[in-house]
């Protein structure tokens, strides 16, 4: 096997950054004080205090209907994972695994995933949660018919980020949910309040759907759900007939690794069309990864004056 030319790869990288320097330079993303304060203004005029509070006293909290887009929004979104899913490429996980079918990476593959990536509400809980400078991790579609198994109680942080794990998030979860959600339905499971003990799941209560503390959130289409990386969370299995359809787009801060590349997929008419949040969240403000052409411009830029990423 012989290597890779990298050459295409970090000259695209490159151009991207360029047009995202653009839009950084025409809206700057607010850091330090000026951030806080953004975000102040941001949670109220959206009237988001109260999923805070949910977001700090049980780990999790859900936007109801009509907050984070209209419902026919929540109807195309449906459809178009449905589309793809006729003719998914990723190495899929199965229509029997706890998570169903699953489909990668849809980012790129249609304009309404950007919009639901950049809806005012949910993005202001990610970044209260990760910051202005959060990234996108992931952007995968949930098919689950009556097949689907329960999804094992875990937490998004394990695996990614050693435990003990710090108190603020690393990870966040944005969940859209374009099905009603009820028990037969398949519907996710939380153990509010878990996102305090910093750890992952014991063993012991990987299966424990019916324990106690677990709530199944049953919650209807059109509702997207947002919790922490550390919050203990599961699916319980799918008993009725249909199917549950789902967009997760999980989120990191941006020293964290998104799980998928979007810098590589991203072009250069998806950074035309959007703005400088969304390049944040394609990854083309972070200090990291080059190729043989080193360090991008914007490291020397943050390392040179200290202030402008923050
Ligand atoms: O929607 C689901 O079934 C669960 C998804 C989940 O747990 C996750 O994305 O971490």
């Not at 806080?36 to 959206?46: G, I, S, V």
């Not at 996980?93 to 790129?108: E, I, K, V, Y």
């Not at 990234?135 to 394990?158: E, M, N």
């Amino acid at each position: 096997m012989t290597a890779l030319d990298t050459n295409a790869l970090a000259a695209h990288l490159a151009e991207l950054r360029k047009l995202a320097m653009a839009k950084y330079e025409a809206e700057p993303l607010p850091t330090g004080d000026a951030a806080r304060a953004a975000l102040e203004r941001e949670l109220a005029a959206l009237d988001l205090k109260s999923n805070i509070a949910d977001l700090e006293t049980n780990g999790y909290t859900v936007l109801p209907p009509g907050k984070a887009k209209p419902l026919e929004f929540f109807d195309q979104l449906r459809e178009a994972i449905l589309r793809l899913a006729k003719d998914d490429r990723s190495r899929n996980l199965g229509p029997q695994s706890g998570l169903g079918n699953t489909l990668f990476h849809l980012l790129p593959q249609d304009r309404i995933f950007e919009q639901a990536a950049t809806a005012p509400a949910p993005l202001a809980l990610v970044t209260y949660l990760l910051g202005y400078r959060a990234k996108l991790s992931q952007s995968t579609g949930l098919v689950k018919d009556r097949r689907a198994k329960a999804l094992a109680i875990h937490a998004d942080h394990s695996g990614k980020i050693p435990a003990p794990w710090p108190s603020v998030a690393q990870y966040c979860n944005v969940t859209w949910v374009t099905t009603d959600y009820s028990r037969e339905n398949g519907a996710v499971c939380v153990w509010p309040g878990s996102h305090r003990f910093c750890r992952p799941v014991p063993r012991q209560l990987v299966m424990a759907h019916d324990h106690e503390e677990v709530e199944v959130l049953e919650v209807p289409k059109g509702s997207v759900i947002v919790w922490h990386g550390s919050l203990w969370h599961g699916a319980v299995p799918r008993t009725a007939g249909g199917e549950r359809v789902t967009l997760v787009l999980p989120h990191v801060r941006d020293h964290v690794q998104a799980q998928e590349m979007y810098w590589a997929t991203a072009t250069a008419q998806m950074i035309e069309r959007n703005n400088s949040r969304f390049c944040a969240l394609m990854g083309l403000y972070s200090a990291y990864p080059w190729l043989h052409d080193g360090p991008p411009a914007t490291l020397a830029l943050a390392a040179g004056t200290g202030s402008q990423f923050e």
